[in-house]
């Protein structure tokens, strides 16, 4: 997918270079924008988290973006919900047939699509200035480069710098627990693990522990038996100092909100194993116990009043963060840039006018799922009901 820079089209500054910024991207330079994205790692991302649930939107950006999806293999499918109880009982069993795919296949699927030219990496946003007279927008980077365009998007991720600078009093909050996650080979799963939880979409529940889990894509998006990892999610409450302490790395650096494979303490890797004996069923516990380098990320809402100001907006988790139980976080990224075409290519030249009718769908639908996202992560952890907190 190529862009021709001509004088005429417009351009677009897209601030995050992941999978909103990927959406955004592709989709902005398919309406005839100019599009260059500024991602502020150095080199290009991968190993973010495992497992997504494969949405209609995000198979219909690939669809828009002119991906042959008839030829490659989306993700890998389940078959049925099964729920066990703590002593390994199956509880319920039901057929929802999905998929599931990964991080790593959305964004090497869009990257390709959208190539390196105009994709800049070591590109940190520091501020913005808006002229709106002139209706344009200049990001301003760390090493003092600028860059001037028609429209900003801020898809920078949940410590969004865009959002900071524009919406400051809108930030994430903790929600009182936190995913511990895993990822292991097939093939390093047990037996018992193997046939309890291969081929479904597995969960088990107890106060204060949700546990679910599913096999996704290997190495170069690898979907064949043998090649595939399995993702288990298990979120845990912690309170602040607890979080505080997960998050403190084996080199004693303080990582905030997540916590990458491979630097979890060894004091909090013997905690995750211990208490997957004393809550889990047999074959999470198992799927747990093989893992060799659980990593975690604490889960944090956050809402906007507003999306767009002036020639800025902002989409994907820079704006909202539903709860991973809606399974939409991605999906939601992926509406808002289709959402984002749709406005613009039917009012094609009145960027304003075209933001203005972009804004109140994407709103609610951030409201929608940040709603539903904590009542059932409320319900599931806490066993509180959604009016104490949100009605
Ligand atoms: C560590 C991690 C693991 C995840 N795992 C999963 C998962 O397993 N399943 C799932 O459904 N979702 C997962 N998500 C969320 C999912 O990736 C997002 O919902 C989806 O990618 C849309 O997010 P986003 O692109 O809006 O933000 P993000 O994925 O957070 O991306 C934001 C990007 O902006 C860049 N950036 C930030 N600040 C600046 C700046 N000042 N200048 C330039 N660039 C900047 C960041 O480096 C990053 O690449 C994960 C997210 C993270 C961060």
């Not at 490659?72 to 109880?85: A, F, I």
């Not at 994709?119 to 990001?139: F, M, N, P, S, W």
């Not at 539903?372 to 907190?389: I, V």
Request: no cysteine; glycine share 10%.
């Amino acid at each position: 997918m190529t862009q021709t820079d001509n004088i005429t089209s417009p351009r677009a500054i897209v601030i995050g270079g992941s999978l909103g910024g990927l959406f955004a991207g592709t989709m902005l330079r398919k309406a005839g924008w100019i599009v260059d994205i500024f991602e502020r790692s150095t080199h290009d991302l991968d190993s973010r988290g495992g497992g997504v649930v494969l949405q209609p939107d995000v198979v219909q950006v690939f669809r828009e973006v002119g991906i042959k999806i008839s030829k490659m293999n989306l993700g890998v499918p389940s078959k049925d919900r099964v729920v066990y109880s703590k002593d390994g009982t199956v509880v319920d069993r039901r057929a929802a047939p999905q998929i599931q795919t990964s991080w790593s296949l959305i964004y090497t699927t869009l990257k390709e699509v959208f190539g390196d030219e105009h994709y800049h990496r070591g590109r940190v946003l520091k501020d913005i200035e808006q002229d709106r007279d002139a209706k344009t927008v200049t990001a301003i980077f760390d090493d003092g480069s600028r860059e001037t365009g028609d429209l900003l998007v801020g898809a920078d991720g949940n410590g969004s710098t865009v959002r900071q600078l524009i919406w400051p009093q809108s930030k994430p909050t903790y929600a009182g627990y936190l995913a511990w996650r895993g990822l292991i080979p097939e093939d390093g799963l047990t037996p018992a693990a193997k046939e309890g939880l291969s081929g479904d979409f597995g969960f088990s529940n107890t106060t204060g522990s949700h546990i679910l889990g599913y096999l996704v894509p290997g190495e170069h998006n690898a979907t064949s038996v043998g090649e595939r990892i399995y993702n288990w999610v298990w979120y845990r409450v912690a309170n602040d100092e607890t979080l505080r302490s997960i998050m403190t790395d084996k080199d004693g650096k303080y990582r905030g909100f997540s916590m990458p494979e491979g630097k979890l303490s060894e004091h909090w890797k013997e905690h995750v194993y211990r208490e997957a004996d004393e809550l889990l069923p047999r074959p999470f516990r198992e799927a747990v116990r093989s893992t060799h380098e659980p990593f975690g990320q604490a889960i944090r809402d956050l809402t906007v009043p507003s999306m767009v100001d002036g020639r800025v907006v902002l989409l994907g988790d820079a704006a909202f963060i539903p709860r991973p139980h809606t399974a939409a976080s991605t999906s939601k990224a992926a509406a808002n840039a289709i959402s984002l075409y749709d406005t613009l290519t039917s009012v094609p030249n009145d960027i304003d006018e075209a933001l203005a009718r972009w804004e109140p769908r994407q709103l609610y639908l951030g409201k929608v799922l940040y709603e539903q996202g904590t009542r059932a992560g409320d319900s599931l952890l806490f066993r509180r009901d959604l009016n104490e907190r949100v009605g």
